[in-house]
């Protein structure tokens, strides 16, 4: 942002350098680049210029900082309230997806050797009511082409798509060993991790903003708690001081989510947070029924994973949210002096059902869904949003461009990152 004078602020440095143009895999005739995502952020900057037009003259007027007359136009902090802050919004990204993960969701009667690849359901224009194509498969949508997260370029893609799209960056979900002396070579899990870290290295040093957070991948399957503190332990180990991550609630500690701490008892918890604590910012993935002192001890914060929040049918889920960041902000302060963090969930749309049967779906509608998530869980005032996802296609919680909705979601993310909803 610029510095126009004391307490007044432009946001013409809203805008990030934009990444070269890529055509992302859509619908047919719909054109879902870089360039169309950028699009929100081009009429943003055209209105702050508009509106530093008519308040830089009056500002010159008054003959610099010295000079106190009250001025002509309102503070421009205030006109641009929404628009000189976007809000920090890091969206899940998992690492399960090999050739062999796409297989297995797929299913052994899905035409690999078609081209274009054909979406594997039917569904209506929301994403709910899926029928499957072909026996054995779990999926609803794919891209043009499967791509495997172990060939070069494939995660750095992924990077540069959610950066054009202005996300703050990725909440990285991984799994280690659990063994004291894993390496970077240990697992698949971690070799993906580290190109991740590579690929936010590879556009930091061009000049496009992206960070991580880490989530542990703890919810499907209870692990122990010394599998737990030795992947922390090599985490901290491999990238405790690593500008890839985001250190602005905890600078001197790696941030990582317990994902499904809910699930564990509290001596569990306490267990863990007084081995890695001093190392690592440990949020937790609480509920309001689960979240009590014992927990609030151990943990530095909570972030919530709510991929079904409906903001039609549940609207007062808002009003829920509201009383758990509410509660965790409550709580007291972390050992090292530093506020309880409160990450709140967003959510585009969510249909399991070919993955899990479950009947439960939350309608798209175009991106709307996510655009009113984001309003009713900004009532929260959260530190940070957590976007429930990137490439979680299982569940229909996606956001990554792919053939059935094109863009319409990533489009969204920029309305919200430009503060045009």
């Given at each position: 942002m610029t510095q126009v004078a004391p307490g007044w602020v432009c946001a013409c440095g809203l805008l990030r350098a934009r990444a070269p143009e890529r055509l992302y895999?859509?619908?047919?005739?719909?054109?879902?680049?870089?360039?169309?995502?950028?699009?929100?952020?081009?009429?943003?900057?055209?209105?702050?210029?508009?509106?530093?037009?008519?308040?830089?003259?009056?500002?010159?007027?008054?003959?610099?900082?010295?000079?106190?007359?009250?001025?002509?136009?309102?503070?421009?902090?205030?006109?641009?309230?929404?628009?000189?802050?976007?809000?920090?919004v890091f969206a899940y990204?998992?690492?399960?997806?090999?050739?062999?993960?796409?297989?297995?969701?797929?299913?052994?009667?899905?035409?690999?050797?078609?081209?274009?690849?054909?979406?594997?359901?039917?569904?209506?224009?929301?994403?709910?009511?899926?029928?499957?194509?072909?026996?054995?498969?779990?999926?609803?949508?794919?891209?043009?082409?499967?791509?495997?997260?172990?060939?070069?370029?494939?995660?750095?893609?992924?990077?540069?798509?959610?950066?054009?799209?202005?996300?703050?960056?990725?909440v990285v979900n991984w799994i280690g060993t659990g063994t004291a002396s894993q390496t970077p070579d240990s697992v698949s899990y971690s070799r993906r991790l580290a190109a991740v870290v590579a690929a936010v290295h590879k556009v930091n040093a061009e000049g496009t903003p992206f960070q991580l957070l880490l989530s542990l991948k703890s919810s499907a399957t209870v692990l122990s708690t010394s599998w737990i503190v030795n992947d922390m332990d090599y985490l901290t180990r491999?990238?405790?001081?690593?500008?890839?991550?985001?250190?602005?609630?905890?600078?001197s500690r790696l941030p990582v989510i317990w994902t499904g701490s809910r699930k564990y008892p509290s001596a569990n918890l306490a267990t863990v947070a007084s081995a890695v604590r001093s190392r690592i910012q440990l949020l937790g993935d609480e509920t309001s029924?689960?979240?009590?002192?014992?927990?609030?001890?151990?943990?530095?914060?909570?972030?919530?994973?709510?991929?079904?929040?409906?903001?039609?049918?549940?609207?007062?889920?808002?009003?829920?949210?509201?009383?758990?960041?509410?509660?965790?902000?409550?709580?007291?302060?972390?050992?090292?002096?530093?506020?309880?963090?409160?990450?709140?969930?967003?959510?585009?749309?969510?249909?399991?059902?070919?993955?899990?049967?479950?009947?439960?779906?939350?309608?798209?509608?175009?991106?709307?869904?996510?655009?009113?998530v984001y309003k009713g869980n900004s009532t929260t005032s959260p530190s940070a949003y957590t976007l429930i996802s990137w490439n979680e296609i299982s569940e229909g919680s996606y956001i990554k461009p792919m053939q059935r909705y094109g863009s319409a979601s990533v489009d969204a993310v920029a309305k919200i990152m430009s503060g045009t909803v």
């Open positions: 895999p859509g619908r047919q005739g719909v054109d879902v680049s870089h360039r169309r995502i950028a699009r929100a952020f081009t009429l943003a900057g055209a209105a702050s210029a508009v509106i530093l037009a008519a308040v830089v003259p009056a500002v010159a007027a008054t003959g610099g900082p010295t000079a106190s007359p009250a001025p002509t136009h309102a503070p421009l902090s205030r006109i641009e309230a929404t628009a000189t802050v976007a809000p920090k990204y998992y690492l399960w997806w090999s050739i062999q993960h796409w297989h297995d969701k797929l299913g052994a009667n899905y035409p690999y050797s078609a081209s274009p690849l054909p979406l594997p359901a039917t569904a209506n224009s929301d994403g709910c009511s899926p029928v499957s194509r072909y026996a054995g498969n779990q999926l609803t949508d794919v891209p043009t082409t499967l791509p495997d997260q172990d060939t070069p370029g494939v995660i750095e893609d992924d990077v540069r798509q959610a950066a054009a799209a202005h996300l703050t960056g990725f491999t990238y405790g001081n690593d500008s890839a991550f985001d250190h602005s609630f905890s600078p029924a689960s979240w009590n002192a014992s927990r609030a001890a151990s943990l530095d914060g909570d972030s919530y994973y709510w991929s079904s929040q409906d903001p039609v049918k549940n609207p007062q889920s808002f009003a829920q949210l509201r009383a758990l960041a509410s509660t965790v902000r409550a709580s007291g302060v972390n050992p090292d002096g530093s506020a309880k963090v409160w990450l709140a969930p967003l959510t585009p749309g969510f249909n399991p059902k070919l993955l899990t049967g479950s009947s439960t779906c939350v309608a798209r509608r175009g991106g709307q869904s996510l655009i009113d």
